[in-house]
């Protein structure tokens, strides 16, 4: 058995507040790597907060690793585990923007990133698009890495299966409403055949953005087995067996942040 505990930090991140935001997500690793987790995931936008273009617009955004994240990686290599962590990057040759997952190894390594290929129009029209699905390594895993409407249609996650992927991990800002989650995540799963891990957020962005009870998601086989809502931040550890694909755990734990 080759078994991994795993944390989605459902994180409360509060919209252009980037230095508090990234002080959240220093806690909410630590006290991830103190449950003994081998990967934690955060949610899209954890850093700016999904509305920030309005707020404090793109200036503050710069070709990774940019001082901060040099020194999350340091911190990441002494806690001794992966994380998936969602941050704005800029290209240094193009100067584009793009909404990217970055996967740190337990060596506070960059060993790959995916940037999303379905960015919104509107609160997203400061990224483009990104254009590679490819698998990334870690720990003997490949993994398809998603963010957020990634998984509204099969074509990204049907590439990345296709390319080698064993499970699919996504980077999500979706809560209910009129475009609320419709069983998306389980049919990628379906259709693939691959385990979903979904890491979602809470929290409130103004004007009507209220992501406290959106959900964070395991499923398999197009079947949900684990939902997870706050209307704060926690941390969502449950425990995987990476030879069976199969979950080891009851329900998620929950570590309260507040």
Known sequence: MNRKRISLLHLAPVMGDVPQNRKLVESAVELASEQGASWAVTPE??????????????????????????????????????????????????????????????????????????????????STRGEEITPLSSQGVKIGVLVCADAYKNEVAAELQRKGAQLLVSSAAWGPGQCAPDGEWERR????????????????????????????????????LLTGTSDRSVILTFDWDMDSMTLLSDDFQRTYLE
């Open 45 to 126: 936008l954890c850093i700016p907060g999904y509305l920030f273009e309005k707020e404090i617009g793109t200036d503050w955004i710069l070709p990774q690793p940019d001082p901060w994240m040099q020194t999350f990686c340091q911190l990441i290599k002494t806690l001794g585990l992966t994380v998936f962590l969602s941050h704005p990057h800029r290209d240094p040759k193009t100067d584009k923007l793009y909404n990217t997952v970055f996967v740190i190894n337990d060596q506070g390594e960059i060993v790959g990133k995916h940037s999303k290929i379905k960015a919104l129009r509107g609160p997203e029209g400061w």
């Open 189 to 224: 799963s379906g259709d693939t055949g691959l385990p979903i891990m979904v890491c979602n957020r809470s929290g409130y962005e103004r004007p009507d953005l209220d992501f406290r009870e959106a959900e964070s998601v395991v499923a398999k086989d197009g079947q949900r």
